[in-house]
């Protein structure tokens, strides 16, 4: 596993992440390692999100066309006229 350091991170962001941190009752490094697996998309997730579109643009083209519905002065007029 690869070992990232970080310099110049400004102090208040650094107190920030030290606070969320102690919430989540984690280390700093565990908090960090948090933030940028929710945050950095993977090549394999990239994948996985590509897979995704592509079934739901599949599933989305077999649907039944989808039916056109009366506009709501229409409805008013077929009301009227009853």
């Known amino acids: 596993m690869a070992t990232l350091y970080v310099d110049n991170v400004p102090d208040d962001l650094y107190k920030a992440l030290r606070e969320q941190a102690r919430e989540h009752r984690t280390s700093m490094a565990a908090e960090v390692v948090h933030l940028l697996s929710d945050n950095v998309v993977t090549a ?12 739901a643009r599949r599933s989305r083209s077999r649907r039944a066309p989808s039916r056109s519905f009366a506009s709501s ?5 077929q009301d009227r006229e009853r």
Request: charged share 55%.
């Open 73 to 77: 002065e229409e409805l008013q007029r």
């Open 44 to 55: 394999a997730e990239r994948k996985a999100r590509q897979r995704f579109l592509r079934q």
